[in-house]
Structures are given as C-alpha cells and as structure tokens.
C-alpha cells in the first residue's frame, strides 16, 4: 500500500449493508436505511489517527494509502503515476513509505528488505484494507482471496539508501546489489527525467523497486502469494467545494463494480469534500469511469491511479452523471436537533435517508443540485460513445 500524510482519514465505508454490524471499532455504525434500498456508512473520522494508548498520534497515521501493481514492481514493468509526491529534502526520496501486507499465521519482518512497523500503523493499515474490501473481517476467504483482517500482516518495504539511492535515481539498469525504492520524476535532473521517458505523457512520475523485499514478475514464482503493496504518502486529497463532484472511497478498491441507480448512499466524514459528506444518489456505475467496462474489459482505473478494474462496470445513466449524482453534499433537515445547513438558490433540500432504527444521524435530507431528484420512471439511457465527456476522471 502506499500512504502520505494530510488531511486524508479513514472514514466509516466497510460495504456492510445498514444493519449488518458496526462500520467501526466501536466509533460508529452503519446508519439509517435510505429510501429505494440506501445505504448508509457512518464511522469516526478518529478511527485513522486516533492512538490506542491516548498519546498524540504519529503523522504516517493519517498518509493517503493506495495500492499498487505487485506485479509491476520490477524495474521492467514501470510503476508510473500521475500525481507528484513530496521530497525529503534530507535523503532526496519520497517523503512516503512502502508497506507489503499478506496473511500469515507467524507475522515477522525480519526478512532481508522489510521492517517492522508501528501497533498503531499495522492496525490502521488493515481497518484501511477493511473498508476498501481488501480483507475480510470474518473467518473465511472474501472474494479477491483475502482472509480474515486480523490476520494480515504489516511490514515496511525499507526504501533505497545511499548508493543504491543514488543508482534508483541515475541508472537505467543497476546492479545487482541495489535495494529498495526510490522515487524519480520529471522534476528531478536529466537522469531522472530519461528514466520516465517510457512513462504515458500525463504520467511524469514513477516508482522504482528493487531488491528481495519485491515481488517477482508475472512468469515467476512469488515469495508471498497474497501480498499486497501499499504506498502511503503525505499528500492531502483534493478537497471538493459543496455541489461538486466526488469521488467515494469505494472507487479505489479494483473489486468494486459500482453503484446500482435504486441506491441512496452518503460517505460521512468523506475528506474529499469540504462538507464532510459524499452523496451518491441514485447514480449507477462508477465516477471515475463514465462509460463503464466489461469483465476485465481495461477500459475503467482505478480512481486516481493506473490499475485496471477487475469487475463489470456499468455505464453512468445520461440523465444522472457524476456531476449531479455522486457530490459533496450536506445534511439540511433531519429527525434530530442538527444542526442543519441551508442549500444555496442552486440546490433543494431532498428527504433520502429514512429513520427506521431511530435516532439515526444520518437520517434525513440532503441538498441536492435543483431538478436532480430520483425519477424511477427517467430516462435510463446509459452513456455512450462520447455522450458523456471524459472517459476517465483523475482524483
């Protein structure tokens, strides 16, 4: 996984459906039941950062983190990227950290290439795997192959060092005994910008990996079949103004085949909007991926990255795109005291979510854009050729 610190926190989308168990460790539950099957996922914004001891939390605890490619690891199959990382100005790498994360009954990192890390991070990381339905918390093997969360095991990847810094940054093929990774970009000197050259044009960045802690290629036999690898870094999500578009956590999971148009869904504590809540109403498909795919088709990414979806993929409805179904929204009315907030002249308050457990505080209404409310009866023509403009949006 990767991971970089900001103001990205784990919010509460564990995909348990509204009464199936807590979307938290004891911070916050799934919510209310919407209208037409919503669902709802609550959560803290504190279960990211929050230590268990009570003492302040370290900065890695609230780093963006994304999976990456095992099996583009090797220098031979480029990591490219289409967002910079910071610099340490103190080793000239990336200012991030590299995780490997597989299940094993005996967890060590005493392996050459890898480190222990942190109680705190090792637990963030897999309530983070969690919701992006990269493990399961039952006994059992979810669908993807992975098993129980509480049995992952976290390790860093230790980065490159030294000469072998120096080697990731400048050569085109290093020796033997580099180890590591580095980060090189268009940014950096001649070297570094001859090493992106094999890179798409709005790709000026890359991963280089090297080393034992690195999974074979695709045509070898891997040390640690299930690992996963996550890049965890510092930069902070962009952040969404109230009625703009967003893109929801779940769009970052391979797996995930997107939204059905009977469904209400709200994100709370959703960092990518300013007002705190993502609304997904009764849109269909994937944000990030307009006109949608199918079985590993390769036509939708991830959102913000470079791997492909593994799952079909509807089209969005013409009628209810991104830009007026999937926004940063905000709770305006409600069975509870509030507050409340007021929609501007360019939106109506719309009553989605219904209380039936009671006391829910995502229940409710949510501005939505004017005119945009459900009609079952709509039309329901899927997005086409270029009927609905980009074929992928990068978060």
């Known amino acids: 996984m990767f991971a970089c610190s900001g103001t990205n926190q784990v919010v509460g989308s564990d995909g348990l459906r509204v009464g199936g168990g807590t979307?938290?460790?004891g911070q916050g539950s799934a919510g209310a039941v919407g209208t037409a099957g919503a669902r709802v996922s609550g959560g803290s914004a504190a279960e990211g950062n929050a230590t268990t001891s009570g003492s302040a939390p370290a900065a890695e605890l609230n780093y963006q983190q994304l999976q990456l490619n095992p099996h583009n690891l090797q220098d031979g199959h480029p990591v490219c990227m289409p967002m910079a990382l910071p610099i340490d100005d103190a080793t000239g790498n990336a200012a991030c950290f590299v995780l490997s994360t597989r299940h094993s009954a005996d967890c060590s990192c005493a392996a050459a290439g890898i480190s222990p890390v942190s109680d705190e991070l090792s637990r963030v990381t897999r309530r983070q795997m969690q919701l992006a339905g990269m493990c399961a918390p039952s006994i059992g093997r979810s669908l993807g192959g992975y098993g129980p969360c509480d049995d992952v095991?976290?390790?860093?990847?230790?980065?490159?060092?030294?000469?072998s810094l120096q080697k990731c940054l400048s050569e085109p093929e290093p020796d033997a005994t580099t180890?590591?990774?580095?980060?090189?970009?268009?940014?950096?000197?001649?070297?570094?910008?001859?090493?992106?050259?094999?890179?798409?044009?709005?790709?000026?960045?890359?991963?280089?990996?090297?080393?034992?802690?690195?999974?074979?290629?695709?045509?070898?036999?891997?040390?640690?079949?299930?690992?996963?690898?996550?890049l965890g870094s510092p930069l902070p999500t962009p952040v969404a103004k109230l009625g703009e578009k967003?893109?929801?956590?779940?769009?970052?999971?391979?797996?995930?085949?997107?939204?059905?148009?009977?469904?209400?869904?709200?994100?709370?504590?959703?960092?990518m909007c300013e007002t705190g809540i993502c609304l997904v109403n009764h849109f269909q498909g994937r944000a990030s991926c307009p006109y949608g795919q199918a079985e590993a088709g390769g036509d939708c990414l991830v959102a913000g990255g470079n791997d492909s979806v593994t799952r079909v993929v509807h089209p969005q409805l013409e009628a209810r795109q991104a830009d007026v179904a999937s926004i940063?929204?905000?709770?305006?009315?409600?069975?509870?005291?509030?507050?409340?907030?007021?929609?501007?002249?360019?939106?109506q308050c719309e009553h989605l979510i219904d209380d039936l457990q009671g006391g829910q505080p995502l229940s409710g209404s949510y501005c939505i854009p004017a005119g945009s409310q459900y009609d079952p009866q709509g039309d329901t023509t899927e997005c086409s050729g270029e009927s609905c403009g980009f074929g992928h949006y990068y978060q």
């Open 179 to 230: 180890t590591g990774w580095c980060y090189v970009s268009d940014k950096g000197d001649a070297a570094q910008k001859a090493l992106i050259e094999g890179c798409p044009g709005h790709d000026t960045q890359r991963l280089r990996f090297f080393g034992p802690a690195i999974e074979p290629g695709p045509d070898e036999t891997p040390a640690n079949p299930g690992e996963l690898i996550l």
């Open 23 to 25: 979307a938290g460790a």
């Open 153 to 163: 095991c976290v390790c860093r990847v230790d980065p490159a060092v030294g000469t």
């Open 328 to 347: 940063c929204s905000c709770q305006c009315a409600g069975p509870g005291p509030g507050p409340y907030c007021t929609c501007p002249e360019s939106m």
């Open 246 to 271: 967003c893109i929801s956590k779940e769009e970052y999971n391979p797996n995930f085949r997107g939204y059905d148009v009977s469904e209400v869904n709200v994100q709370d504590h959703a960092s």
